[in-house]
């Protein structure tokens, strides 16, 4: 038995018709008709998907009597094409952190001078800085990036943040005045709090378990 037709007998064994599946699933009838007639594929998330809205096990719906060797190697193609999507993903969303916050530590040593701290303070360290934390950690959230371990970014979030002020203000108090500060435990805080409701409302967004 081919894949359409399992996908097909699959639907209507769960007494669901073409447009209800489509709307359990997320896409349209038409999609759902071109895989019954084996018109184009579904990718790894619809196979999943179809395994737990028609009850039946992914062994059915991927193995049987004939080979279906072009299936599995579309579906392995799909597979490593999600796979590199969601690591470019990461990367770009680290980069983009990485490359703020650098800026905003270089903004401070080249442009800064003494008059303009409070102004600096307020657009990086209280702005900026906290601002791209929090919509960095939701889309971490959201994108469900690195499973369960994603909650310990809170953590690099919140020493980062902390970093910023110790390597801005704290180390230009340092060589003004020849003592050496430490960094501010409350910064940490303040960062790991940031990035906590970040990921959490990410994790409401993408609807799935947060633990």
Known sequence: ??????????????????????????????????????????DIISVLKMSDLYSVSLDYLLKGEQTMSDYRDYLEESTNVVKSKTKLSKTVLISSYLVIWAVAILVFWVFISGSDAMGYSLMFLWGILPITTFVISLL????????????????????????????????????????VNVPRLSLLIVGILISLAGLGIGCLINKKKCL
Do not use: C
């Open 1 to 42: 038995m081919d894949i359409g037709s399992k996908i097909k007998k699959s639907r209507m064994e769960a007494n669901l018709t073409q447009e209800q599946a489509a709307e359990a699933l997320g896409i349209s009838r038409q999609t759902i008709s071109n895989w019954e007639n084996e018109k184009s594929y579904p």
């Open 140 to 179: 971490i959230g959201k994108n469900d990036h690195w499973g369960k371990y994603k909650w310990f970014a809170a953590l690099v979030f919140g020493f980062m943040y902390m970093l910023s002020e110790y390597l801005t203000f704290s180390v230009a108090n340092n060589v003004s005045s020849d003592k």
